[in-house]
């Protein structure tokens, strides 16, 4: 899993079949100190996050596991909304 903050939303009306209904995010990975940490990425989501939330995400293989036994086209997926995030002594709050 890797952490990410919601940084849009994607409409697409043409899509393959299996994402029908499924919302598409545009996902900015962030490093533990929260700055952003490589390029954006489209994923699907599974939790109903919103702009600018800290997610984690997951991709490849794992990336469908929420939506079983639907059959979805997903190389990344948000699969949890950080409520908050503790390295160590330091807690960066976010909710």
Do not use: H
């Amino acid at each position: 899993m890797q952490l990410g903050r919601i940084i849009g939303k994607v409409w697409a009306s043409v899509k393959n079949p299996g994402l029908t209904g499924q919302r598409l995010l545009i996902v900015q990975p962030v490093k533990a100190d929260l700055a952003p940490g490589g390029k954006c990425l489209i994923c699907t989501d599974s939790t109903g996050a919103g702009a600018g939330e800290l997610i984690y995400w997951v991709r490849g293989k794992e990336a469908s596991f929420p939506f079983t036994p639907d059959e979805v086209a997903s190389d990344a997926t948000v699969v949890g909304i950080v409520d908050e995030l503790n390295l160590g002594k330091r807690s960066l709050g976010e909710r």
